[in-house]
């Protein structure tokens, strides 16, 4: 992996400025994900409005080169690195091609069912890894488990480590399951 190899930073924007900082990035030609959901929301008036709004406080992925964020960084002072810790050295997380289209594909939909779980709440040695076939999400893979929330099962498509998002009532007809 080099300096100028185009990648998915898992990122934070601290004190919930990750739309503010996806706006500073889209300005400087910098593709980025803010996993989004509609909420209702009381305005002035007391009337209720279905609003997009963030699904995850602090949460941004940013496509870019490792140099050019580095750079961009330098003018954001919040935001930073979501990091692991190997060998006592903090490793920027990055997300693989691949699992981060399918993550976009899955929070696209906005689909009032989704639920966003972080890596404890889900529990993937019991899971079965699965294929939806047909329909809006035709060829995204994850894994079928029981989540703690709710008693439904659910496919849980993950981003390793950092999130993972639950789609519910998907029907067995459009469930595969992936030989390993």
Known sequence: MSEEDILWFAMSA??????????????????CF???????????KDEQKRQLV????????VHTTRNRIQDLKSQVQYL?????????RNIPIVVPEHQMTQFITVCNTYNEKLAFLSPDEVN????TRI??????LDGIEGTFVKVARGRKKKIVVMVEGIIGVAMTEITDGFIQVVET
């Open 54 to 61: 963030s699904a995850i406080n602090n949460l941004i992925f």
């Open 131 to 136: 294929r939806i076939v047909g329909g809006a």
């Open 34 to 44: 803010v996993p989004m959901r509609y909420e209702i929301q009381k305005n002035k």
């Open 124 to 127: 993937l040695d019991k899971g």
């Open 14 to 31: 601290t004190f919930g400025r990750e739309l503010k900082a996806k706006d500073f990035l889209e300005k400087n030609d910098v593709e």
């Open 80 to 88: 930073h690195y979501l990091v692991h810790t190997i060998e006592g």
